[in-house]
């Protein structure tokens, strides 16, 4: 039985996913370093939703009987010139994760692997909000560089981000799978 190239794209998403969370956990820093707490925290919240989508490749491979082989974790940055850059650079690397979903749906289209579809679908819609978010905010920071003042607002916004575990989320109960 030839191994199927979807599991080896899943296997790489699980990393893909886990160093969107290192680099937003960096940008976390880079804003608490900036005294903008706000945008901190939007930060921080981001990186436990991407460990959640790691999680969710994770758990699809051990609930198909598959291998996970984590791989080393890298970012390109560690800081950047302003809020509006670190904004554009989320925006850019949440354009280059929807690129890896839409190749893990072609790759599933090519084997047939109706199982996998589910999920990808969920990974769909969520790359539509995960777009809009990150290029709305850099747009008001582009905005706010010609409004003095405005930044602290857009901070003082961000910074009422929550995050709600969703249920299905196995990081903490520890028992692998998605569950009933
Ligand atoms: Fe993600
Ligand atoms: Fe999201």
Known sequence: MKAKKIFAEMNDQVKYELESAYLYLQMAAYFHEQGLDGMARWMRVQALEEQHHAMKFFDHLVDRGQPVTLQPLAIKATSWKSPREA??????????????????????????DHAAMPMLHWFLNEQIE????????AQQLRQAEKAGGALFMIDR????????????????????????
């Open 87 to 112: 904004f554009e650079a989320a925006y850019a690397h949440e354009q280059f994760i929807s690129g890896r979903i839409h190749l893990l749906v072609e790759v599933a289209n090519t084997e047939k």
């Open 157 to 180: 916004e961000l910074g009422t981000r929550s995050f709600t575990i969703p249920p299905e989320v196995t990081i903490v109960a520890g028992a692998g799978g998605a569950g009933a």
């Open 130 to 137: 995960e777009e809009a978010n990150t290029s709305k905010i």
